[in-house]
């Protein structure tokens, strides 16, 4: 497939986070998509993809990925992008704090035929963590939370 028909996949995913309309993978992630770094409980194909950004959608609803860097090949799309939202909901066992994140990311996306069809890549989740006081600050001594988040997150 020609780049610029990825690009538009990805910049169609986007667009689908960015508006809540997550309906849009169905369309742009292949039903047989390899996520290398899934989110934790994230299930397969573009359905893992919906409930993941419902479940950020749910603890930041202003949720705007925003891209910063974008490069592209026939068959490869990655991407450096900023995440911002406000927290407003329960994210990963953290009542809401209504602070707002910002945190940096990358993706590499090989795309067939016009659609995702593997990922990999990394959101600055520490950040997040941070941001919303989950996660002490560097010198903080209150590790009760950390350990946590850390569990959560790991499913033990």
């Known amino acids: 497939m020609p780049k610029d028909t990825n ?4 910049e169609k995913f986007a667009e689908g986070v960015n508006s809540g309309n ?14 290398h770094d899934p ?14 950004f419902q479940t950020m ?9 925003t891209p910063e860097h ?18 407003q909901g329960d994210f990963i066992g953290v009542a809401p704090t209504g602070r707002k994140i910002t945190a940096r990311g990358v993706q590499i996306g090989r795309f067939e ?6 990922r990999w890549g ?6 997040i963590l941070q941001q919303i006081g989950a996660e002490p600050q560097a010198g ?3 590790k009760g939370l950390v350990d946590k988040v850390r569990d959560s997150l790991t499913g033990q």
């Open 7 to 10: 690009i538009a996949a990805q």
């Open 57 to 65: 959608r749910t603890a930041f609803p202003d949720l705007e990925v």
């Open 22 to 35: 997550f309906d849009v993978f169905d369309e742009v992630v292949s039903p047989d998509v390899v996520d």
């Open 39 to 52: 989110a934790p409980e994230q299930g397969p194909g573009p359905q893992g993809f919906k409930d993941m």
């Open 113 to 118: 035929d016009g659609r995702l069809a593997e």
């Open 140 to 142: 903080e001594q209150d």
């Open 70 to 87: 974008m490069t592209a090949t026939e068959d490869d799309v990655a991407l450096a992008y900023t995440i911002t939202g406000t927290h």
């Open 122 to 127: 990394s959101s600055d989740q520490l950040a």
